[in-house]
Structure formats: C-alpha cells, structure tokens
T-cell receptor, first 114, second 116 residues
C-alpha cells in the first residue's frame, strides 16, 4: 500500500528565510510521481511543484525546489525567501503505477513570521 | 483560480438526508476526481471518472455515489448522511490523455458539508 509521511505537523520560518519541509513515501513501484500541494486558509488546494520519479533532476518552480532522494524515498520541499503568503498547510502526495489517485500525507502547517 | 468550479460552497443538512455536490472540470479536461478532507481521515480519494466512465474507486462508502455526464460535469451524491460525513469535499480534474498518472490534478474550491 502507498503511504506518504509528513513527520512534522508544524513549522515556522522568518520572512525572507529558507525553510525545508520533509516528506517520505513508501512504494514498490518504479513509475510514480510526487507532488507538493499548498492549502492556504481559503482551503483551496494549489499545486506547488511536481516531480517525476524517473527524472534525476530536482524540480524547481521559482522560490520552490525539491530535494528528491529516490533511494531514501524522500521528497522534501525547500521554500526560499519565505513570504507571508507562503503561510499555509502543505501536503505531500504521490501517484504510482497506472493509478491516478493522489495519496496524501497528513499535512504540515507552515507559519511565516514577519 | 484553477478553472474547476464546485457548487454549492457550503451545505448544512440533517442526519439521514441526501445531498448532491456538483463539479465542473476545467475546459477540455476529461478526468474528474472526488476527494474528501476530514479532520480524522485527512485527504482521501473517493472516486474517479474519465469521459463518463468510472475509472477508479477509493474509500467511497456505499451510501455515496457519483456520475459524470456527457458535458463532463460530475455529481457526487451522499445519502443517509451521518455526523461523520461532515467534511470538505473536493473535486479535481486533469487531462488524462496528456500524461497519464502523473498528470497534474487541478482542484476546485471545495464544498463544505456540515451534517447536524
């Protein structure tokens, strides 16, 4: 069974600083995809970044980048130059094999302090 | 704005009742997914439809059913509601043909259901 684990329920960061959110996953498949979604207080689920498991290069989207360690089954999200608008719940998620369903971790609440 | 719309935004009803949640996917997206977000269960996949056909089923209760219509909008029907069904219900859509399992799912704003 797929499992996605976010071990830190909460984190805080100072504005303009860098923070790293951790995520580990469990899969026996070789073909899978990993995602980070952000859920601000509005409750909208917003895609932050996507990583294909077959790609060795870490995905990057502006201030957001991932550290994908395939052997360790780790998929952490780094937010650089944190902004107040980054405050949200962050969910790590995975799809694998031929299944398109997203399996989510429990989420992590990020607070950004001015 | 993801382009996925859901109605209603909020729904308050009583135990034993039946409700219908509606979702319109992004223009051109053929796949629709339903997810439930609750405090105790987190975010869980319920069901997926692709171009009118059921594609995958997750932890969906027998009291719940869904369908996708020819115009690609989808409805999630919840019946014999219980207090524990109170949750945020998301619809998401993707263009499955574009990339298969790794295709990005775009989420609607959700419908918040409160069962009293």
């Amino acid at each position: 069974a797929q499992t996605v684990t976010q071990s830190q329920p909460e984190m805080s960061v100072q504005e303009a600083e860098t923070v790293t959110l951790s995520c580990t996953y469990d899969t026996s498949e070789s073909d899978y995809y990993l995602f980070w979604y952000k859920q601000p207080p509005s409750r909208q689920m917003i895609l932050v970044i996507r990583q294909e498991a077959y790609k060795q290069q870490n995905a990057t989207e502006n201030r957001f980048s991932v550290n994908f360690q395939k052997a360790a089954k780790s998929f952490s999200l780094k937010i650089s130059d944190s902004q107040l608008g980054d405050a949200a719940m962050y969910f790590c998620a995975q799809t694998q094999g031929g299944s398109e369903k997203l399996v989510f971790g429990k989420g992590m609440k990020l607070t950004v302090n001015p | 704005d993801s382009g996925v719309t859901q109605t209603p935004k909020h729904l308050i009803t009583a135990t034993g009742q039946r409700v219908t949640l509606r979702c319109s996917p992004r223009s051109g997206d053929l796949s629709v997914y339903w997810y439930q977000q609750s405090l105790d269960q987190g975010l869980q996949f319920l069901i997926q439809y692709y171009n009118g056909e059921e594609r995958a089923k997750g932890n969906i209760l027998e009291r719940f059913s869904a369908q996708q219509f020819p115009d690609l909008h989808s409805e999630l029907n919840l019946s014999s509601l219980e207090l524990g069904d109170s949750a945020l219900y998301f619809c998401a859509s993707s263009d499955r043909l574009a990339g298969g399992p790794g295709e990005t799912q775009y989420f609607g704003p959700g419908t918040r259901l409160l069962v009293l």
